[in-house]
């Protein structure tokens, strides 16, 4: 299983991601609380390999799971990922799986706000780019 992490500031994206790219588990956790909360993960997963988005505070952040790591004496490797057009696409995975109904459907798209941090969406998408099922091409953004 797949471990990949969307690092920032102040929250963090996780999921447990399935070779096959299908989704095990996800969560967006607050930064401070990131040991504590990927404890819990390596525990109850048998995770192969972690990734890790290279946007905002990944340096810090992969310094901080290379310590845990070796607090919990696990040989996992840490792999990074270009993370282009992610925040676009968890945004667009998100409206797929939480569609508009009511008279929100009446709004255009571009003036609906997602009402969660879709880190955790991001996560997910970290893990199928590192799979190769997923590419920033993917977004449909008219700078790719």
């Known amino acids: 299983m797949i ?6 500031s102040v929250k963090t994206g996780v999921a447990v991601v399935h070779k096959d790219g299908s989704l095990a588990w ?16 390596l525990d109850a997963y048998d995770i192969g390999v972690i990734v890790m988005g290279n946007g ?6 992969q ?4 310590m845990l790591l070796k607090e ?10 270009d993370e282009k057009y992610t925040t676009e696409m968890g945004e667009t995975w998100y409206k797929r799986e939480h569609p508009v109904t009511g008279w929100r459907r009446l709004i ?7 009402p969660v941090p879709v880190d955790d969406y991001v996560a997910w998408i970290i893990a199928c780019i590192y ?9 449909g953004h ?3």
């Open 131 to 139: 799979l190769g099922i997923v590419r920033a091409e993917d977004v």
């Open 108 to 114: 255009p798209d571009g003036f609906r706000r997602i």
């Open 3 to 8: 471990l990949a992490l969307d690092p920032g």
């Open 72 to 81: 919990r004496e696990k040989n996992v490797k840490i792999e990074l990922v």
């Open 56 to 61: 905002t505070h990944h340096k810090e952040m």
């Open 63 to 66: 310094q901080r799971t290379v």
């Open 26 to 41: 996800k969560k967006v956790i607050q930064t401070e609380d990131f040991e504590k909360e990927v404890q819990g993960v």
């Open 142 to 144: 008219k700078k790719v």
